[in-house]
């Protein structure tokens, strides 16, 4: 090849490299030049109009030489102004590739480690998702009933979100039948005329927040303040006052879990809270430094305890540790996640901790193939597919970790991170730095420590989970027998050491076959003769596998997500895939049947809850039974088959099965005809909580409506 070939083959390459990675680096947007350093902002809610005017006075310093600060605000809100500390109106405007970013153009360029003051003067209409952005989600709204201002709203000026942290105070005009809660120190508030006789008198709350932190979020409303204390902590309970009876309950939890985790992590330097009833149709919950939000839907104790324990679990990590930037989002988010599991099990034993871990892989198989981790800033925030990544498989992955160095060195880790890093931010690399060093010391005399770098790598960089098959075969021996067989699995960079058990007539026999490629071999000696099917690969669950029980639940859960939407015939195409998988589960037909009478397709609805009753379900979906025959008797009295209908309600009680109050919806409806439009309680998921899909007032982006569901989503 000449030399002009090669230079022109050169080009070529690196013009197509450019083109692939493109679109990556236009998801990772480089640092900031300037950051928010403090903010003083004044801002008014009108709820008749259902509107946000503000005026932000921001410190900004700079961290590279530029004449352009560029800021993250809501495209919704209009900027009508930008003025200097000298009080000179500056050129402004919105990037045309994003309308989330706004660009201020300063007369000239400011010096590195320079401080500029802008005051922004801005308004708009904060009333649903449209142009939210978080997409779909309504992350902001303002209605008559009340608003809320979820700092990813982006409803101020913001800089390098979620990174940053600062100082602000926020003032935040409001009518007066409107209480107020949010980040920082809240004062008493103070009574202002409103503009004219139609808006009444106002409120003028004031939040200080003088430690720097990703403040920000509020909610406003019919709310009533209830302060608890719990173990020395302070809690205040903000809810309506219908919704006020558990705010003890919600103290002694967010006590327990902060205890929990400062004993675990190292203790907070202030260890106060707030919790908020967040109104339905937004994130089911949400957290702010010192602020717990949890929506209307999921507002009850009994339900929400493991919920209460991730927020306040992010108070550590995504408050007090924040992730560096959009790609490092793992060490936060995914580790709140996983102090779920870590709760759990220390408050009721190791058995909940697996239940979680459980509900953890059922989450990450949902879009696993989404994203590797490490690239979590391609994907939309609180999107199924960042909660099934980042949070659920990010949580998996910190349970293999711990299963790699052990409890003692991956607890040790954890202290030792949140203490190096508190009140700063930190890569993914600083952890996998910090983790091999854990895992160096912790080694035991001549054992190898376990290999992470690979081990991270792996996880963290690609996408893809290993499904396990084994192929082996027994051999008698003079001290007992031999099992000699191959592990295989379909991922050619995978390696990993992975636990077998071996089930006997006698005692089970345990090893530890290091699994590399597609294809490893393995012998096990043992004294008592293997039984059939004997041998399993992984019993414990520390590795993130698929697994035809699993990959359909993934399915199932994908289904219940599409059916909360209100897109039935999606969620009817991902109940007929986990069926393809696991044929003739009851869950998948019963959701099914819920999809297809929803649509009122009475006749597809029935074949389906009649499918589920065909099948003997597991433990966890006994509850389809009763509710199969409740749904079948609503379907003949919408047909107007009363004598069927009651046949069937009268089954449902039959099984004594009161999940999800079904005994007394059954009671109900034997007593008066069920009709189109009635408002009634309907089935839960999983045994656990609400139903997939209440039509009568369907939740916006979430999960439903009644109780806490089986929680593989957190978001």
């Known amino acids: 090849m000449t030399r002009s070939n090669k230079l022109n083959s050169a080009i070529i390459l690196t013009s197509l490299l450019s083109l692939t990675c493109a679109p990556l680096r236009a998801q990772s947007p480089p640092p900031p030049a300037f950051l928010a350093d403090h903010y003083d902002i004044a801002a008014t809610l009108d709820p008749i109009t259902q509107t946000l005017s503000a005026v932000a006075k921001v410190d900004f310093k700079a961290r590279d030489v530029s004449s352009a600060v560029r800021v993250e605000l809501h495209p919704n809100l209009n900027v009508t102004d930008v003025k200097s500390a000298a009080g000179k109106t500056l050129g402004f405007e919105r990037d045309s590739q994003n309308s989330l970013n706004l660009i201020v153009n300063l007369p000239s360029p400011v010096a590195t480690g320079a401080k500029v003051t802008l005051t922004f003067t801005y308004a708009g209409p904060l009333a649903n998702e449209e142009n939210s952005p978080v997409p779909g989600v309504r992350a902001a709204a ?9 700092l990813p709203a982006r409803w101020f000026p913001l800089t390098n979100y979620p990174s940053n942290r600062y100082t602000a105070t926020f003032r935040l005009n409001v009518p007066d039948a409107f209480a107020v809660a949010g980040t920082g120190k809240a004062g008493a508030p103070t009574p202002t005329p409103g503009k004219n006789t139609v808006e009444g008198n106002r409120l003028v709350y004031t939040f200080q927040c003088d430690s720097p932190a990703p403040s920000g979020t509020f909610v406003a409303g019919n709310l009533q303040l209830n302060p608890k204390q719990a173990e020395g902590i302070n809690v205040n309970v903000y809810a309506p006052r219908e919704a006020s009876g558990d705010a003890q309950k919600f103290a002694d939890d967010v006590a327990r879990s902060t205890v929990a985790f400062s004993d675990m992590f190292g203790p907070l330097p202030r260890p106060e809270f707030t919790v908020a009833q967040l109104p339905d149709g937004t994130l089911r919950d949400f957290a702010g430094p010192g602020l717990l939000l949890l929506s209307k839907r999921i507002w009850d104790p009994r339900g929400s305890d493991r919920t209460l324990a991730r927020l306040v679990a992010s108070q550590w990590w995504g408050n007090a540790v924040l992730p560096a930037s959009r790609g490092d989002v793992w060490i936060s988010d995914g ?10 099990e220390q408050n009721a034993g190791k058995e909940a901790g697996l239940k979680a871990v459980d509900e953890f892989a059922v989450g990450a198989l949902m879009y696993e193939e989404a994203a590797p981790i490490a690239q979590a800033a391609r994907l939309a925030p609180y999107s199924p597919d960042y909660r099934s990544v980042v949070m659920n498989k990010g949580a998996m992955i910190f349970h293999m970790v711990r299963a790699q160095m052990g409890d003692v060195a991956f607890k040790s880790l954890l202290h030792d991170f949140y203490n190096k890093y508190a009140e700063g931010s930190a890569t993914i ?23 992470l770098r690979g081990f991270f790598a792996q996880w963290l960089n690609s996408t893809g989970v290993p499904d396990f098959t084994i192929e082996y075969v027994i051999y008698r021996t003079h001290k007992g027998f031999r099992a000699v067989g191959k592990i295989k699995q379909p991922l050619d960079t995978f390696h990993m050491p992975v636990d077998l058990r071996i089930d006997t007539e006698g005692n089970p026999e345990n090893k530890t076959i290091d699994v590399v490629g597609t294809e490893s071999e393995f ?6 003769r293997p039984k059939p099917g004997g041998i399993k690969i992984d019993p414990n669950n520390l590795v993130l596998k698929g697994s035809s029980t699993l990959r359909a639940r993934a399915a199932i859960a994908r289904g219940e997500e599409l059916a909360e939407q209100g897109r039935y015939y999606d969620a009817i195409g991902q109940y007929q895939r986990a069926l393809s998988i696991q044929p003739n589960r009851p869950l998948a037909n019963f959701r099914m049947g819920e999809a297809f009478f929803y649509q009122k397709n009475y006749q597809a609805a029935a074949n389906a809850f009649r499918d589920s009753l065909q099948t003997v379900p597991e433990a966890s979906e006994k509850w389809t039974e009763v509710w199969s025959h409740l749904y079948l008797g609503k379907i003949f009295d919408l047909l107007g088959q009363r004598a069927r209908a009651v046949n069937e309600y009268s089954k449902a009680k039959q099984t004594n099965d009161d999940t999800g109050g079904a005994q007394q919806v059954a009671e109900q409806l034997l007593k008066k005809p069920y009709t189109e439009g009635a408002i009634s309680a309907s089935a839960p998921a999983n045994g656990a909580g609400p139903a997939a899909a209440n039509p009568q007032n369907p939740p916006a982006n979430d999960r439903p409506v009644l109780k806490k569901r089986t929680d593989t989503s957190p978001n």
């Open 335 to 344: 580790l709140a996640r996983y102090s779920e599991a870590l709760y759990a």
């Open 142 to 150: 303002i209605t008559r009933d009340g608003a809320y201002l979820l």
């Open 429 to 451: 690399e600083n952890f996998e730095a910090l983790a091999e060093q854990h895992a160096q010391a912790s080694a035991k005399a001549g054992q190898p420590p376990p290999e």
């Open 523 to 528: 012998t096990v000696e043992t004294f008592g």
